[in-house]
């Protein structure tokens, strides 16, 4: 399977599919606008990334390899960028369960090259708008790899739209169901926000430095539109540190209650205690093994004592309670 690839020449003339000599020429001619897109799960279009002429083989190296950290890094002749796309997991049964993918890009003046391990919706959808109109190609590589960056980033509002529900739910369980079972869920919205957390701040600083830092192969009309990216990961970031917030409180407010249930089960055995003292006393004493007990012969001793027993109960208990101590 040959990489996929879009050309638009200075005639206004667009070729889709191109060789690897052929890109290679693409980008030799400045007049040229080339986006290759390359997806590395196939071994072959892995042999094409690592044919085309300039790549420094560090950058090479990066694009190849998995888990990356987003950056960005300046090079001769063209930029290398690092940003982490994220979506659900859609073959594990944790509703929580997050996966990560790496899209690169070699953004030159006159070409794009975008690298990713498998099926990617952003660049999809951006190929899917060329095929059918090349416009987009021919107003600039910087335009067209805004366009493929801004659908990365857009990705993640569903996902928080998704984790905003997950926070309500908890909300409901914790506050006003009280349900148990809910912690470990806690832990488990708690680590899926930290996970974006940890690739939204390094791309925060990425989109500000093609934002605010001038370079020859963005022009300053680009750098407004990447403004709108470097906007939407700062609300992105914003979110997540709501959410993570939001779900430190749930958590307190869990502990929280499972403290009152205990202090209210300790409240309730400190009564059955405290009623329990008289009988322990009185009834220790009326049965230690004398000879002469006042009111052994008694006939109604053992209800006068059973009656005296429950009054100093209930005394003790109205004592404790006007003192506050139960």
Known sequence: MHARSYAIDAAGNAQCGA????????????????????????????????????????????????NSRPKLEEFPGYLFLIIVGIRFHEHTPDPYDLETFDLCFF??????????????KAVDDVAERIEKNTDLLSRGIDRLAHAIMDGAVDQYFPLLDKIDEFVDTLEQR????FDERALPEIFAVKRLVLQIRRHVGPEREV????????????????????????????????????????????????????SNRLGRVTKGLSVIATLSIPFVVIS???????????????????????????????????????????
């Open 284 to 326: 220790g004493m009326w049965g230690m093994n004398f000879q002469h007990i006042p009111l052994s012969d008694y006939p109604h001793a053992f209800w006068l004592m059973l009656g005296l027993q429950l009054a100093v109960g209930l005394i003790l208990v109205f004592i404790l309670r006007m003192w506050k101590l139960l």
């Open 19 to 66: 060789s690897l000599d052929d890109i290679n020429r693409a980008i030799a001619d400045q007049k040229t606008h080339l986006w290759v897109d390359i997806d590395i799960c196939d071994p072959k279009q892995a042999d094409v990334l690592k044919g085309i002429k300039g790549l420094h083989p560090l950058a090479i190296e990066d694009a190849l390899a998995a």
């Open 174 to 177: 914790v506050v006003v169901e």
């Open 107 to 120: 953004l030159g003046p006159n070409y794009l090259i975008t690298v990713h391990d498998g099926p990617t």
């Open 207 to 258: 989109f500000n430095i093609l934002t605010n830092r001038p370079t020859k192969l963005l022009s300053p009309d680009s750098q407004i539109y990447y403004r709108d990216i470097y906007d939407h990961v700062l609300r992105i970031n914003d979110s997540v540190e709501t959410y993570r917030d939001l779900l430190s409180s749930v958590l307190d407010s869990y502990l929280t209650q499972v």
